[in-house]
C-alpha cells in the first residue's frame, strides 16, 4: 500500500468534508498529530480506526486502502488487492521477527565460542585481547541487527488507547522490556506503558 498517495486522499477527502485537521481529529477521540502523521504518509490509520475515519469522510474502507475513490466496476478487485497487501504485509513481518530470533542466537552462539576460546585456549596476552574484543564486537553488531529486525516486524499497541504503532530506534533502544513487552510512550495518547509486541494488524 502506498502511504504517501493514501495520506494525499485522506487530506484531501477531509478538506472536502470542510473540516481542519484538528475537527476531525476530535470526530476520531485522536489528537490533531496523528492525523498529520496520516496526512504525511507516515502512517497509517490503524484498524479500529478505519471505520470510524471512513464514515467521518464519506468514503468507504477499499476507497482508503487505494488512495483513491474507486468505481463500483472496481471495488471488487481492488478489495482483493488491498487485502493481499495486508497479507503480505503479515507474512514480512513475521519473517522478520524469525531473522530478528535466528540472529540473536547465532550471536549467542559467536559470543560463547569466542569467550571459550579466549578463556581456554592457550594464547599471547594480545591474542586473548583481541579476542575479546571480537566477542565484545560481535555481541555488539549482533544485538544492533536483531533489534534493528524486531523494530519493523509488526507493531506495539498502546494499553491505554489501543492505537497501534513503530517506535523509533532510539525509544525501542531505551524501553525496558519482557519477552512479549515493551515501555514505550504512545505517539497517540501521549501515554507511557508496556506495550504489546504484535506481528500482525
Known amino acids: 500500500m502506498d502511504q504517501i498517495k493514501i495520506g494525499k486522499f485522506i487530506a484531501q477527502m477531509r478538506k472536502d468534508?470542510?473540516?481542519?485537521?484538528?475537527?476531525l481529529a476530535e470526530l476520531?477521540?485522536?489528537s490533531d498529530k496523528t492525523v498529520s502523521k496520516w496526512e504525511?504518509?507516515?502512517?497509517l490509520p490503524e484498524a479500529?480506526?478505519?471505520?470510524?475515519?471512513?464514515?467521518a469522510l464519506h468514503m468507504t474502507v477499499n476507497d482508503l486502502l487505494t488512495g483513491e475513490k474507486i468505481s463500483p466496476s472496481e471495488y471488487q478487485k481492488n478489495a482483493e488487492e488491498n487485502m493481499m497487501g495486508l497479507l503480505k504485509e503479515n507474512e514480512e513481518n513475521k519473517k522478520r521477527m524469525a531473522l530478528s530470533v535466528i540472529c540473536g542466537v547465532i550471536t549467542i552462539i559467536a559470543?560463547?565460542?569466542l569467550v571459550v576460546i579466549a578463556a581456554f585456549l592457550p594464547l599471547p596476552t594480545p591474542a586473548r585481547i583481541a579476542v575479546l574484543i571480537l566477542a565484545v564486537a560481535t555481541a555488539v553488531a549482533g544485538i544492533w541487527a536483531a533489534a534493528m529486525l524486531?523494530?519493523?516486524?509488526?507493531?506495539?499497541?498502546?494499553?491505554?488507547?489501543k492505537a497501534l504503532f513503530v517506535p523509533t530506534m532510539g525509544q525501542y533502544v531505551k524501553g525496558y522490556h519482557t519477552l512479549t513487552r515493551r515501555r514505550l510512550t504512545c505517539p497517540e495518547c501521549g501515554k507511557t506503558g508496556m506495550c504489546r509486541h504484535r506481528i500482525v494488524r
Do not use: D, N, W
Open 48 to 55: 479500529s480506526l478505519m471505520l470510524p475515519l471512513c464514515e
Open 150 to 161: 524486531e523494530v519493523k516486524a509488526g507493531y506495539y499497541e498502546c494499553p491505554h488507547c
Open 17 to 23: 468534508q470542510g473540516l481542519t485537521q484538528r475537527q
Open 28 to 30: 476520531l477521540s485522536i
Open 40 to 43: 504525511c504518509g507516515k502512517g
Open 111 to 113: 559470543v560463547c565460542a
